[in-house]
């Protein structure tokens, strides 16, 4: 049994109104010109996985982001259209079975994410952010730890520290130690340290590490 960890005390924001602010004209700034200069790879993408894999281009599942409001999370489709045929959500997996063997190549590189510059542009999301989850999985975390509620108060991002050194959240523990993560980055959160963590993704990316 996982011990809870919640936190008597009342946590606070690190960032400010102003660095709020900013970090969301970035937001926009950054998506808006990612979508204009990735636009021809993104299309070659759609048509790489039309031709090869049948069923729909676009990913779409239901997340909880800000305010706890629900939206829809966009990816490439790098799986099997049956993979979840029971009805019951599955943690992806590092080696996922059901990937597609294009879809393998484009999550290897984070190619699959690219869609999801749509939803930073129109503010479902941001670019660092604590990973969005679906409420199937947040209804279990939240039973042992309901600091989770904290987690609302941000919107969710395409990174985080998390991402990057907790590795796939393929266990509930681990998604104990993600929150735990995004906990602290909340506290202490500010544009220098979104930088960083934007900064580590993308040479993560570019050196081909796993993450």
């Keep these: 049994m996982i011990q809870q960890t919640t936190l008597d005390i009342e946590l606070t924001d690190g960032m400010g ?11 926009i700034v950054v998506a808006l010109s990612g979508i204009l200069l990735l636009s021809p790879v993104m299309l070659l993408i759609a048509v790489a996985l ?13 997340r909880i982001g800000y305010r706890a409001h629900p939206f829809y999370i966009l990816k490439f489709r ?7 045929q029971d009805g019951r959500p ?15 190549f484009l999550r290897t590189h984070h190619l699959d994410e690219l869609p999801q510059l ?6 479902e999301m941001s670019f660092v952010g604590p990973r969005p989850e679906r409420r199937y999985f947040i209804d279990q975390i939240t039973a042992e730890n309901s600091d ?4 609302y108060r941000m919107r969710p991002g395409a990174t985080s520290k998390a991402t990057i050194y907790n590795g796939y959240t393929d266990t509930i523990e681990k ?20 930088a960083q963590i934007l900064l580590t993704t993308l040479k993560y990316v570019f050196s081909g590490k796993n993450f």
Excluded at 19 to 27: L, M, P, S, T
Excluded at 118 to 123: C, D, E, P, T
Excluded at 148 to 151: D, F, L, V
């Design 118 to 123: 749509w939803n930073i542009l129109v503010g």
């Design 17 to 27: 109104g102003t660095e709020r602010c900013i970090k969301r004209c970035f937001d």
């Design 90 to 104: 599955q943690l992806a997996q590092t080696d996922d079975e059901r990937l597609i063997p294009l879809g393998r």
């Design 175 to 194: 998604m104990l130690v993600r929150l735990q993560m995004d906990l602290d980055y909340y506290q202490h959160r500010s544009l220098l340290m979104d």
């Design 148 to 151: 989770y509620r904290y987690i």
């Design 50 to 62: 039309k031709m090869k894999a049948h069923g729909p281009v676009l990913f779409r599942q239901e």
């Design 78 to 84: 790098t799986m099997r259209t049956d993979t979840e």
